[in-house]
């Protein structure tokens, strides 16, 4: 991958001779429709930012647009907006909606009365198959009621690729159980000028697509940049359609997954097989695969990066990134250099202070702790705490703790998890220290230590290396969560109840563990004790860090390089164990590294629907020697709120 040092913003489309098409417009669907009710229409955004549609149009058949008044000017991720059509739609009838540069963004048509009582996307907003509604409309809510049970044959026919590279390829992908007959189906691109061309007259010739199927066929009326190919079958209703902005299918874009998600740029076409879905999620319709911003700047004196190690696979089943596309370089070259640490690596564990959301804390292996503030998007030691961070020792000022993670307690405390003590780096010293970040002084000791060493007697093998292997991340969870989403303690095999434990706080602390991936929970006791809640599976080889999201509700186990780079989302099941529940990868344009760190801003935050999602890399070895982001440890990215 090239990496720039620019500033880049915007999109390619944004970029390209119709600089007037906003951010993400592809992503934009029609979603359901009505020719009835006041000709009432729904448009979807299936992108991961918000789009603005203020001055788009829309036309009938007549292909003449017209002023529309949506219910907001900007769709939100993942939201509707819906209107009124000016113009009144019929019985058979075409639907186009326009960008305020005139750029065909989606269209609909369909035969008499499949538009009464509507007509939706069904098996997936603003993905999947359109098809009549048999009951009530779901207007400005996700369509799932109205959609029959059964979807027709025809209906389950998909573009599922399409290239606009000089073939101008479109592949067609037949999800049902029986043939589809599609000689006399046409297809048409964004030119509202351009006549339809029928499947059977391109080349090769097409009549019909078998079960599980494919056929392809070059467009003889050509497909560019900023274009849109859209599948009509024999009776004047619309089958699929897809949408891209300039560069978006080249080489292709392709269904992820094959015959049923939204679209992304691929790495290679694979055109007349199955989608390969290597390539970068782009969140539907072309849209760009993202940027790496920022960076550059010379390495310092001493300042030496580290290649990372301990490469595995991704988990199956893991989901593409869900925010933005787009990442940022966060800190400046070698920045985390200190006396115990001067090559500048080794920042691990993050935290964003819930009291002070404008505040992310880090903490490095090498015994110190880091209060950040923003500084022209980069995050950088708050001076008025320490502009250098500060050194942290174990109870009674001693040893140089190797700090992996960080979390905030209730009490609005920095509870740190070590490792070991790196003056003795062959035995393991697997501890959770509480900090008072209000203390004064270049050096903080912990107010509290709680030891666990002996709960892991197989990382005390005398080799630094599986003593390296204990708690990387910890995240408090607190008990109102855990009532309220009734987690059965393991101790007593009933709900958990706080009050068993009166000297534990107002939450428990899961830590991770490097060696094997587990959680192990545990309640701090205010007199130095604690109480051992058991062990939880992750699904994951290792977790490196470990977060309490309270907007998505979810505890978070991330791993970095060793398991694809992911983060696991877990929930409490019905029957109140922790289980896990979605994965994520991280942001295509990432690299792959020791990324040990990950922390995502409150929702107080948010704006235009999205919040900060932060990484650290531990050996700051970004894509190598040369790139921007070589001698960088922090990334900046966004994440849904």
């Not at 219910?71 to 739609?89: C, D, E, H, R, Y």
């Not at 020792?393 to 993670?405: H, I, L, N, T």
């Not at 434990?501 to 107002?506: K, T």
């Not at 809640?533 to 970095?560: E, H, N, P, W, Y």
Request: net charge negative; glycine share 12%; hydrophobic share 30%.
């Amino acid at each position: 991958m090239t990496l720039s040092g620019l500033l880049i913003t915007g999109t390619l489309a944004a970029q390209s001779a119709a600089a007037a098409d906003p951010v993400g417009y592809p992503n934009v669907r029609i979603n359901e429709v009505t020719s009835s009710n006041n000709d009432t229409v729904e448009l979807y955004n299936t992108g991961s930012t918000a789009v603005s549609i203020s001055g788009w149009k829309m036309s009938d058949d007549s292909f003449s647009p017209q002023t529309f008044s949506p219910s907001s000017s900007t769709i939100p991720a993942g939201g509707f907006v819906t209107f009124n059509s000016p113009k009144g739609l019929g019985d058979s009838d075409k639907l186009v909606i326009y960008a305020s540069s005139g750029t065909v963004v989606d269209r609909v048509e369909w035969a008499t009365d499949k538009a009464k009582p509507a007509m939706a996307r069904c098996g997936g907003d603003g993905t999947g198959a359109w098809v009549p509604t048999t009951a009530a409309t779901t207007f400005g809510a996700p369509n799932a009621s109205g959609c029959p049970s059964s979807i027709p044959a025809a209906s389950r026919v998909r573009i599922n690729e399409v290239t606009s590279n000089g073939s101008d390829t479109v592949e067609l992908y037949n999800g049902g159980t029986s043939a589809v007959s599609v000689g006399s189906w046409e297809y048409v691109d964004n030119d509202t000028s351009h006549s339809a061309a029928s499947i059977s007259s391109s080349s090769p010739s097409a009549t019909s697509i078998p079960a599980g199927g494919y056929v392809t066929f070059n467009s003889t009326i050509g497909l560019g940049d900023n274009d849109s190919a859209f599948l009509v079958d024999n009776n004047g209703n619309t089958i699929d359609s897809v949408t891209w902005a300039t560069d978006g299918a080249k080489p292709s874009d392709e269904r992820c997954a094959n015959g049923t998600g939204r679209f992304q740029t691929a790495t290679t076409a694979t055109l007349g097989s199955t989608n390969s879905c290597s390539g970068s999620a782009d969140g539907g319709g072309g849209e760009e695969t993202g940027h790496l911003l920022g960076g550059g700047g010379s390495l310092t004196s001493g300042c030496t990066p580290e290649a990372a190690s301990g490469t595995g696979s991704t988990p199956t089943g893991t989901l593409a990134w869900p925010g933005g596309l787009d990442v940022t370089i966060a800190d400046n070259v070698c920045a985390f250099t200190t006396s115990t640490g001067p090559e500048g690596r080794d920042v691990s564990g993050l935290a964003f202070d819930l009291a002070h959301p404008s505040v992310l804390w880090a903490v490095k292996n090498k015994n110190w702790l880091y209060k950040l503030a923003k500084s022209n998007d980069k995050w950088i030691p708050d001076s008025s705490w320490s502009a250098t961070g500060k050194q942290i020792r174990f109870a009674g000022g001693s040893g140089e703790p190797d700090a992996e993670g960080l979390t905030f307690g209730g009490n609005g405390h920095i509870y740190v998890t070590s490792e070991r003590d790196n003056t003795k780096n062959t035995a393991p010293k697997d501890t959770i220290m509480e900090f008072d970040p209000a203390a004064t002084g270049s050096t903080l000791t912990p107010l509290h230590q709680w030891d666990m060493t002996s709960q892991f007697p197989e990382l005390n093998t005398g080799d630094k290396d599986d003593a390296n292997l204990g708690f990387e991340g910890v995240g408090y969870v607190p008990d109102s969560w855990l009532t309220a989403n009734g987690w059965v303690d393991p101790l007593t095999g009933a709900a958990y109840n706080p009050a068993n434990y009166p000297l534990h706080g107002s939450g428990l602390f899961f830590a991770g563990l490097e060696y094997d991936g587990t959680l192990h929970v545990y309640g701090l006791n205010s007199d130095g004790t604690f109480t051992t809640f058991g062990t939880i599976a992750t699904g994951k080889a290792s977790v490196m860090d470990v977060t309490f999201d309270a907007g998505t509700q979810r505890l978070i186990a991330t791993c970095d390089n060793t398991c694809g780079e992911t983060h696991t989302f877990m929930k409490v099941n019905a029957s109140g164990a922790l289980v896990p529940d979605v994965s994520y990868k991280n942001p295509a344009v990432m690299p792959t590294g020791n990324l040990e760190g990950f922390a995502i801003a409150p929702t107080s935050t948010c704006v235009s629907g999205f919040r900060e999602a932060v990484w650290s890399d531990d050996g700051i070895f970004g894509f190598g020697s040369g790139s921007s982001s070589y001698g960088h440890a922090l990334y900046s990215g966004t994440f849904p709120c």
